[in-house]
């Protein structure tokens, strides 16, 4: 399965000309339950609810949205209600046991696996009623999921190694498909906030890139009620230097060869000191004049804001890159298998030259001379980054149609 076939899909599902009939014949209000939110350490979590929201708004607009969330900080909730007033959050067993009763679809939001198996499976066996999956990854076989992915409505991977793994896990459900991460439709902003930090460090529009770099494994040990991982740790530290090299090969060449800057920011909360010792700290007195290093975490609205204003990004992140595509701005993306193979999703949108796999060195030559093109020549990247948006946008409109139809049967 390929761009092209995913392209001329359009013609089996007729195309979103359909839905608004779909629309008017339905008799009362449909209720969408949303069982997402899965942490809040990091704005790739985060982004997940917010983008998926803001496609049921757009595509659904009549329908009632009820989300079913892990523990939210106060700060992301805020600033969920802030975007969505009419957003109803269920929390204890009442308001979820109600929210059930009342709904008549679940969807799983997207996440690195099926999340939250368990309370698809409560849904199914208590209510009865239809549910589907929004964007995933599928890392590993299990019997239970395989047979719970099989009796949903509709799977949409977020990549398409995903995809094939679920056919040959024996995953059986009726449509399984190729559905972006919904991070890539987030359109929160906090343009106040970027602004300020911007303007503070001498960071113009257009004048700077962003990168975002991380150890093979979140050391949650350190932000959380974790406890110590030591295997863990160890692989981090073997791999720290091998995989923050290039990145800080990259930061030298565009320092170097051109007129930007580059800002270090974090997509998780451990991730500002990982720049620091890793990338600000060993750079060349020369280069590091002209790198700004962030060190307090933040939300997905400033974030999206703050690259909104950039030339692009480089990281060995994944969410940062998604909310970037999503709105046309370069990205660049890094990826090795402790990841799992959401990476890959970048082939699947087209921007198969903009992924390098770490763990092949043949690959890692390349990321300095990709990072530099793209700062060198910003209109190139951006028609690049645009034509990949596009496509996002088209897969978001057609998995959302068949949301539609699942919804009025």
Request: aromatic share 10%.
């Amino acid at each position: 399965m390929n761009r092209r076939t995913f392209l001329t899909s359009s013609a089996v599902l007729a195309g979103w000309a359909a839905v608004p009939r779909l629309l008017a014949s339905w008799k009362r209000t449909r209720r969408i339950l949303l069982r997402s939110s899965w942490q809040t350490v990091n704005i790739g979590d985060v982004a997940h609810t917010p983008g998926v929201l803001t496609l049921l708004e757009r595509y659904l607009p009549d329908t009632e949205i009820y989300l079913w969330p892990n523990p939210l900080g106060q700060d992301v909730e805020d600033m969920l209600r802030r975007r969505f007033p009419k957003l109803k959050i269920v929390r204890t067993e009442e308001e979820i046991a109600r929210a059930m009763d009342e709904c008549d679809f679940l969807l799983h939001g997207s996440g690195p696996w099926l999340v939250a198996w368990e309370n698809v499976t409560q849904w199914r066996n208590d209510t009865g009623k239809p549910y589907g999956v929004y964007g995933i990854t599928f890392p590993t076989i299990s019997p239970a999921v395989v047979e719970l992915l099989s009796g949903a409505d509709f799977v949409f991977f977020r990549d398409t190694v995903s995809l094939n793994l679920a056919r040959e896990s024996g995953v059986k459900c009726p449509i399984m498909e190729f559905g972006p991460d919904g991070a890539f439709a987030i359109d929160l902003r906090d343009d106040q906030a970027a602004t300020a930090f911007l303007d503070a460090h001498g960071l113009e529009q257009g004048k700077f890139l962003c990168c975002l770099s991380r150890l093979r494994f979140t050391p949650y040990w350190r932000i959380r009620n974790t406890p110590f991982d030591q295997a863990r740790h160890e692989r981090n530290e073997q791999m720290k230097e091998h995989d923050h090299a290039p990145l800080r090969e990259a930061i030298c060449m565009v320092i170097r060869q051109t007129d930007l800057k580059v800002l270090l920011c974090p997509e998780d909360s451990t991730q500002m000191a990982v720049g620091k010792e890793m990338i600000l700290d060993r750079l060349p007195d020369d280069v590091k004049s002209r790198v700004v290093w962030r060190e307090k975490f933040w939300l997905p609205d400033e974030a999206l804001s703050t690259y909104l204003r950039s030339a692009g990004i480089f990281s060995s992140e994944m969410h940062s890159p998604i909310m970037c595509i999503g709105h046309g701005v370069p990205a660049i993306v890094c990826r090795w298998a402790e990841q799992t193979s959401k990476g890959y999703m970048w082939r699947d949108i087209g921007l198969d030259d903009w992924l390098f796999d770490m763990d092949k060195e043949d690959e890692i030559p390349g990321i300095a001379p990709a990072v530099l093109a793209m700062a060198k020549d910003p209109a190139a990247a951006r028609t690049k980054a645009e034509r990949a948006r596009r496509f996002v946008n088209q897969r978001q409109s057609e998995t959302m149609a068949i949301l539609a139809r699942c919804l009025n049967k």
